[in-house]
């Protein structure tokens, strides 16, 4: 089945500095790349997500790119806030009977003041 | 419109014993899928049903089962819990043709 990859697993950065979320996924057939945003106690909230006809993705501070040779997609979020302390997970599906999500194990972002 | 709702949002259990979970998806969406989130393993798929048909499995024991009415609302069920069952058990769904999945707020279930 499908595996994906999620690094690096905890990531502190500064305020207003840049950080890059990666994940790595085994199925070639996979077409769909989910990245949620899960806050203490709260549920998963869809943040952006990227089909595979499409290289890249931007929603103001945050971008997807996917490189599909590679098997690779990456979340980049400028300008970080301490409001986007929280954990991301990414997901990857192939729609393959269905739309099952298959999750990275997620990354704990926390941005300091 | 509404969001994903879940009932209920916590549970204590024994082992041996059932539970049933609720969830209801958002007006309209008629896929709802099943995910199990624990500390250790993240979050994992067990089930997706579609107009009352389970259209994917996860890799669970049979003593997970699940349905989906007519309505749409789905419930899950796990048999002779054990305690490596205790876990945030949520629920996403998705409007037909879409792979975009909403999440309900989970429930909460912890297995003594």
């Known amino acids: 089945g499908e595996n994906v990859e999620q690094h690096p697993s905890t990531l502190s950065v500064q305020e207003g500095d840049s950080a890059v979320i990666k994940c790595t996924y085994s199925?070639?057939?996979?077409?769909?790349f989910p990245w949620y945003k899960q806050e203490l106690g709260k549920r998963p909230q869809l943040i952006i997500d990227?089909?595979?006809?499409?290289g890249e993705k931007k929603d103001q501070r945050i971008a997807v790119t996917l490189n599909k040779t590679a098997k690779h997609f990456s979340l980049h979020i400028t300008e970080t806030q301490p409001e986007d302390s929280a954990v991301y997970f990414c997901a990857a599906s192939s729609g393959r009977s269905g739309y099952a999500l298959n999750f990275g194990k997620g990354t704990s972002l926390l941005v300091t003041p | 419109k509404a969001g994903v709702t879940q009932t209920p949002r916590y549970l204590i259990k024994t082992r041996g014993q059932q539970v049933t979970l609720s969830c209801s998806p958002i007006?309209?969406?008629?896929?709802v899928s099943w995910y199990q989130q624990t500390p250790g393993q993240g979050l994992q798929f067990l089930f997706e049903y579609f107009s009352e048909t389970q259209r994917n499995k996860g890799n669970f024991p049979g003593r997970f089962s699940g349905r989906q009415f007519s309505n749409s609302r789905s419930e899950m069920n796990v048999s002779t819990l054990e305690l490596g069952d205790s876990a945030l058990y949520l629920c996403?769904?998705?409007?037909?043709?879409?792979?975009?999945?909403?999440f309900g707020p989970g429930t909460r279930l912890l297995v003594l």
């Open positions: 007006s309209g969406h008629r896929s």
């Open positions: 996403a769904s998705s409007s037909t043709g879409s792979e975009t999945q909403y």
């Open positions: 199925d070639s057939a996979s077409n769909y």
């Open positions: 990227i089909r595979s006809n499409v």
